[in-house]
């Protein structure tokens, strides 16, 4: 198996989430691969504004600079839709993405399960290797 190109790692600001961007990151560095951090716009996104489609969030920068990823690998991509979909997407241009990562729970997390709703649906219909990053991941 060739080392992915380009990584594409969703995004909604929960700590699993930023966990899934500190590993793929991690990953990066070590193979030279771009990272394309990416978040879902959802129906209701318009009524939080946590996130600006043409600024990168200073906390996905600050990972990068604690990773030791360049800043000229690193991209931020918000998308219309579920997360699943938007991650899957991502898969095809302009991403194109090789590899997809995603952290175990997200923003809507349901205490007792291992996995939520995107993870699991991403495992089950993504055609491109997809990384499910558990919360007690920690670099060494």
């Known amino acids: 198996m060739k080392p992915p190109r380009t990584i594409a790692v969703g995004y ?11 590993w793929a990151m991690h990953l990066a560095v070590d ?6 951090v990416v978040h879902a ?5 318009h009524l939080h504004a946590r996130f600006s ?7 996905v920068l600050k990972l990068a600079k ?10 931020w991509h918000v998308d219309d839709g579920d997360a699943c979909s938007v991650l ?14 995603v952290g175990s729970r997200g923003q809507g997390q349901h205490p007792g399960l291992l996995l939520g709703s995107t993870s699991l649906e991403l495992a089950e219909h993504s055609t491109t ?4 990053v558990p919360l007690g991941w920690r670099e060494h």
């Not at 489609?53 to 906390?59: G, I, L, S």
């Not at 899957?88 to 990562?101: E, H, S, Y």
């Not at 290797?129 to 499910?132: N, W």
Request: hydrophobic share 40%; glycine share 8%; with cysteine.
């Open 12 to 22: 909604d600001g929960s700590a699993d989430s930023e966990i899934a961007v500190r």
């Open 31 to 36: 193979t030279q691969a771009n990272v394309v």
């Open 41 to 45: 716009a959802g129906l209701l996104e």
């Open 53 to 59: 489609r043409d600024e990168t969030p200073v906390e």
């Open 66 to 75: 604690e990773c030791g990823i360049s800043v000229s690998r690193l991209y």
């Open 88 to 101: 899957l997407r991502a898969t095809n241009p302009p991403v194109g993405a090789d590899l997809l990562v």
């Open 129 to 132: 290797p997809v990384v499910v």
